[in-house]
């Protein structure tokens, strides 16, 4: 079955701090992937997303994403988090066999402490 | 510009109330989308529809149902509630691309089932 695996659930750091999280998904064909992030007590907004051309993607808020097509991955990634980026992160794939279906991964949570 | 609307915010039942849960979007979308999103599961797709008076089965359809009233508004019932529905509920739509569609997302309708 497609499934999407964000292996951190749970993710502390200070500001400043360097973050990746991860993001692989089972789906052998073409896929479209996304980030959305999720602020306490909001709704999912999109951080950013990839159809095709450059793997590396740039977002809102500074983050950017690399798809390796190899490895299966879509990590995320942002060179300085701060306090503001508190929050729930989820990953999500599309096979392009089928537009209308969006897999979600569990989400990371992230906690950034002054 | 609204984007995606959902009503109520937060709803109480008891176990074998209905209740109807609101969407509208005013972004002109094709399709549209019910999750629901539970702590460590991330968000799971129960009833999508890619047109106007078109509706599909997600991952997760039990114990649901949902009207496609026109474009703009996609409803999702509960006709007995349960426990086991307390959830947080999201309502998304796409936009059109063929192929590269994104989805936006609704504030979300909190519900628990007593």
């Known amino acids: 079955a497609q499934s999407v695996s964000q292996h951190n659930h749970h993710v502390i750091l200070s500001e400043a701090a360097s973050l990746e999280l991860g993001c692989n998904y089972s789906?052998?064909?073409?896929?479209?992937l996304f980030w959305y992030v999720q602020y306490p007590g909001q709704h999912l907004q999109l951080l950013l997303k990839?159809?095709?051309?450059?793997?590396l993607v740039k977002g809102i808020k500074g983050f950017e994403a690399e798809f390796i097509k190899s490895k299966f991955s879509f990590n995320l990634r942002k060179p300085s988090v701060q306090w503001s980026d508190t929050a729930e992160y989820f990953c999500?794939?599309?096979?392009?066999?089928?537009?209308?279906?969006?897999?979600f991964g569990t989400g990371t949570r992230l906690q950034v402490f002054p | 510009n609204a984007g995606v609307t959902q009503t109520p915010k937060f709803q109480v039942l008891k176990t074998g109330q209905s209740m109807t849960l609101q969407c509208a979007q005013d972004m002109n979308h094709n399709s549209m989308y019910w999750y629901r999103q539970d702590p460590g599961m991330g968000l799971r797709l129960i009833y999508y529809?890619?047109?106007?008076?078109?509706?599909d089965k997600g991952e997760v359809p039990n114990g649901y149902n949902v009207s496609r009233l026109n474009k703009r508004e996609f409803s999702l019932r509960l006709e007995s509630a349960a426990p086991s529905q307390t959830s947080v509920y999201f309502c998304a739509s796409s936009s059109p691309g063929q192929g590269k569609e994104t989805q936006y997302f609704g504030p979300g309708t909190r519900l628990l089932v007593l």
């Open positions: 999500a794939v599309r096979p392009m066999s089928n537009t209308d279906k969006l897999i």
């Open positions: 529809s890619a047109s106007e008076g078109t509706t």
């Open positions: 789906y052998g064909g073409t896929v479209n």
């Open positions: 990839y159809f095709s051309g450059d793997p």
